[in-house]
């Protein structure tokens, strides 16, 4: 559940916006608590894609460690045919009308390319929050970009 403010089609925006995020209408102000929409996606450049609405743990045969209640992990498996991504690689998650991605301690390591800055390796389990267009090269040439909803 996330606080949110409805557009008068009934679509979930984040309090603080002054325009409703799906279709641009004028939001009222009034904030109520609603289940979390799916904040976005998530390409796979070896193919596929997957909406972010709940924890992704993605690797070459991803396991999920710990969970809690309705917070069920999807499992996502990439190829990795010289075993360069971990098994369990990276976690993406939403955190309010957020998203963070959590390096899993790999071998390899996960380097963060954003815009024109120089590519950023992530420290392993230390969110760092994902911005629309924000790509993520996990290795064996397996790269993933996360575009935000709009």
Same mark, same amino acid.
């Given at each position: 559940?996330?606080?949110? =403010?409805?557009? %008068? ?7 603080? $916006? ?27 450049? $070896?193919?596929? $894609? ?13 396991? %999920? ?16 045919? *010289? =075993? ?12 309010? !009308? ?6 899993? %301690? ?9 815009? *024109? =800055?120089? =590519? ?25 970009? !996360?575009?935000?909803?709009?």
């Amino acid at each position: 559940m996330v606080a949110a =403010q409805l557009c %008068a089609a009934g679509h979930p925006s984040p309090p603080d $916006s002054g325009v409703c995020r799906v279709c641009g209408a004028p939001l009222d102000g009034s904030v109520r608590s609603v289940e979390r929409p799916p904040l976005g996606t998530l390409e796979i450049s $070896s193919g596929g $894609s997957v909406r972010l609405d709940r924890t992704v743990v993605l690797g070459r045969r991803p396991r %999920a460690s710990r969970v809690s209640g309705d917070d069920v992990p999807l499992l996502v498996t990439v190829p990795s045919p *010289q =075993q360069d991504i971990s098994r369990s690689h990276l976690e993406i998650r939403p955190e309010g !009308w957020h998203v963070v991605v959590v390096d899993l %301690a790999t071998t390899n390591g996960t380097r963060l390319m954003r815009g *024109q =800055q120089a =590519q950023v390796r992530l420290r392993p389990h230390t969110p760092v929050l994902l911005r629309s267009g924000d790509a993520l090269d996990i290795g064996d040439g397996v790269i993933l970009r !996360w575009t935000e909803r709009a």
